[in-house]
């Protein structure tokens, strides 16, 4: 998913510039987002793992980010994982994954709202998309008239 959203962030031929300023700006928002969050279940998981044992809800949320990175370190290192290192490779492995998910969800999120934001109003004016729907003749926005504008 998220090499996904790096390429439409890189090669999106419908968009414009500003759209594609606004996928990478979305992209990179929620890489921070999902970095601080993994960086935080680190935490918790490392140093208030008794803590969570009376708070299940914070538990499964905080094991639903570690997830990924306890999986994917268990296949690389196999049985080595026990007591603390578990926690640190979990991390490890965890923060970048968790990274590329958060970006690719961020730039999926921008292309569709960028993508929304591109259709135009049948009924709008030509200006500055204002619904002319009751006042075909003329924005009251803008000032626009069809009688000066029209060809």
């Known amino acids: 998913m998220s090499v996904f959203g790096m390429l439409m962030a890189w090669a999106s031929v419908p ?4 759209h594609r ?3 990478w700006y979305f992209g990179r928002i929620s890489c921070y987002l999902f970095c601080g969050v ?13 803590w969570l044992l009376g708070h299940p809800i914070l538990m499964y949320v905080a094991r639903f980010f570690a997830w990924p990175g306890h999986i994917q370190a268990w ?17 490890a492995v965890g ?35 204002y619904d ?9 926005e803008c000032g626009w008239e069809k009688d000066n504008h029209e060809t």
């Open 15 to 18: 968009l414009d510039q500003k």
């Open 21 to 23: 300023k606004r996928i």
């Open 38 to 50: 993994t960086a935080a279940v680190f935490i918790l998981l490392k140093y208030l793992d008794t």
């Open 75 to 91: 296949f690389i290192w196999g049985d080595t994982l026990s007591g603390d290192n578990q926690v640190w490779y979990s991390f």
């Open 95 to 129: 923060l970048p994954f968790n990274a590329l998910v958060g970006f690719g969800v961020g730039c999926l999120i921008a292309i569709f709202t960028s993508r929304w934001a591109k259709f135009k109003n049948p009924n709008g004016c030509p200006k500055c998309d």
């Open 132 to 140: 002319l729907t009751g006042t075909p003749e003329h924005c009251p």
